[in-house]
Every structure is written in structure tokens, then in C-alpha cells.
Nanobody, 127 residues
């Protein structure tokens, strides 16, 4: 069993930065692929970024490349999402999730493949 708790959301102006954290509990956290998703008003949940168990492999959605950075600290059981150059269209609820499948399977692209989800944290970007 893995429990995930996100934090770090808030209201910032366009061009600003936020760092989201996802604290995980559970002995098997280190073996999970971790993903950050977001869901804006009236939109489907979309993958923002993902990272494999070692931190050696990462994935970013095209619109996030160069602005967002995903990382993990296994000693702290925490995954981070550093978000820079934020835009109003980044406004959404951001969720972290854990996927028990191997990275090479590519399962991390599909939210239905994730085993555990956090409750989400609101990010609002003002213009």
C-alpha cells in the first residue's frame, strides 16, 4: 500500500515558479514509476511528467519541456515537480500517482495504469 500527499500548490502570477511535492508512504515506494498529472476545468486529466524508480529516466509532455522538471528523493520518499515560466493555461489541479509497472512498458502514459493517487493540489496562474 502506498499513500501519496501533494503539497506546494498556490496562486502565482504568470512567469512565476512553484515547486510541488508528493510525499509517499509505504515500503515499496522506491520501486514505483511516479507521474504528475493535471486536470484543468472542463478538461481531461493529462500526464505532465513521469520518472522511473531510479530517477534515471524521465518523460515530459511537449508543452512542459524546458519549463518543468520532475525529480525524486528516495531517501525522503518524495517526488518533486519544479514548474517555471508558468502560464495561465497551467492552471489546474495537479496530482501525483504511482505506477507499479516497469518503465519500459510505457504504461505511465495512461492514467488508468496507475495504482495509487494523491488528493491533488490546486495551482492557479494569474495573467
Amino acid at each position: 500500500q502506498v499513500q501519496l500527499v501533494e503539497s506546494g500548490g498556490g496562486l502565482v502570477q504568470a512567469g512565476g515558479s512553484l515547486r510541488l511535492s508528493c510525499a509517499a508512504s509505504g515500503r515499496t515506494f522506491k520501486s514505483y514509476t511516479m507521474g504528475w498529472f493535471r486536470q484543468g476545468p472542463g478538461k481531461e486529466r493529462e500526464l505532465v511528467a513521469a520518472i522511473d524508480w531510479s530517477g534515471g529516466n524521465t518523460y515530459y509532455a511537449d508543452s512542459m519541456k524546458g519549463r518543468f522538471t520532475i525529480s525524486r528523493d528516495s531517501a525522503k520518499n518524495t517526488v518533486y515537480l519544479q514548474m517555471n515560466s508558468l502560464k495561465p493555461e497551467d492552471t489546474a489541479v495537479y496530482f501525483c500517482a504511482a505506477d507499479s509497472r516497469a518503465w519500459y512498458s510505457g504504461s505511465y502514459h495512461d492514467p488508468h495504469n496507475y495504482d495509487y493517487w494523491g488528493q491533488g493540489t490546486q495551482v492557479t496562474i494569474s495573467s
